[in-house]
């Protein structure tokens, strides 16, 4: 059974410092994606990572995806209130599209 | 707004009872899914179609019972649930289906409680 092991599981920083989030498994992904989950909402995609060792920007938030394809992490930089809300990872397997595996999460508050 | 919209949003039930979760994607998706999200467990995906036609059913109790009458458009009919059922039930669309790099899109939940 794969499994995506996310930590750390509950987050509380200050507006202004940067914070770093992984996602672990022992077994290899096709792909990986990190979605926000702001509460009262459904999950949003904020990146596709799927080449191992690739690392990918979007504004303050950088996702990078581990050179075996087994690990992913997520840093943020001058955290913000509006970064607060669940950040999931999922993995893809190409032997079995449809299907992803989800970690459990990391919840992040962002306190101004 | 992610293009999924879901009703209702909040829904309270008794175990006895029969309802129906609504979901619509205005996207143009041929593939939908519906997943429930509990607490300290991760995303359990529950049924997936495509092009109207199930895919997918990963050991769901028959007292759900999905049903797609058209690629917009997907309901998840419940009777006779229990209160273990309790949960935010999250639609999702996909532009194809199993293909790994697509981006599925959720609406916002119906946040189910079965008294």
């Known amino acids: 059974t794969q499994l995506l092991e996310q930590s750390p599981q509950f987050l509380s920083i200050q507006e202004g410092e940067n914070l770093t989030v992984y996602c672990n498994s022992s077994?290899?992904?096709?792909?990986l994606q990190w979605y926000r989950q702001e509460p009262g909402e459904g999950p949003v995609l904020l990146v596709t990572?799927?080449?191992g060792g690739e690392v990918k920007k979007l504004k303050r938030l950088t996702f990078q995806f581990g050179d075996a394809r087994k690990d992913s992490s997520l840093h943020i930089t001058a955290a913000q209130p509006g970064d607060t809300g669940l950040y999931l990872c999922?993995?893809?397997?190409?032997?079995?599209?449809?299907?992803?595996?989800w970690g459990l999460g990391t919840s992040l508050a962002v306190n101004p | 707004e992610t293009g999924v919209t879901q009703t209702p949003r909040h829904l309270v039930m008794g175990m006895t009872n029969k309802k129906s979760l609504k979901c619509e994607q205005h996207?143009?998706?041929?593939?939908m899914y519906w997943y429930k999200q509990s607490a300290k467990k991760p995303l359990e995906l529950m049924f997936v179609?495509?092009?109207?036609?199930?895919?997918e059913n990963n050991s769901v109790p028959s007292r759900f019972s999905p049903e797609c009458p058209n690629s917009s458009h997907l309901f998840l009919h419940l009777h006779t649930l229990q209160p273990e059922d309790s949960a935010l039930y999250l639609c999702?669309?996909?532009?194809?289906?199993?293909?790994?790099?697509?981006?599925?899109?959720f609406g916002p939940g119906t946040r189910l409680t079965v008294l």
């Open positions: 999702a669309s996909s532009p194809r289906l199993a293909v790994h790099t697509d981006t599925q899109y």
């Open positions: 996207l143009g998706h041929n593939a």
């Open positions: 179609y495509s092009l109207e036609e199930r895919v």
């Open positions: 077994s290899v992904f096709s792909s």
């Open positions: 990572v799927v080449t």
């Open positions: 999922a993995g893809a397997n190409a032997g079995n599209n449809r299907k992803l595996i």
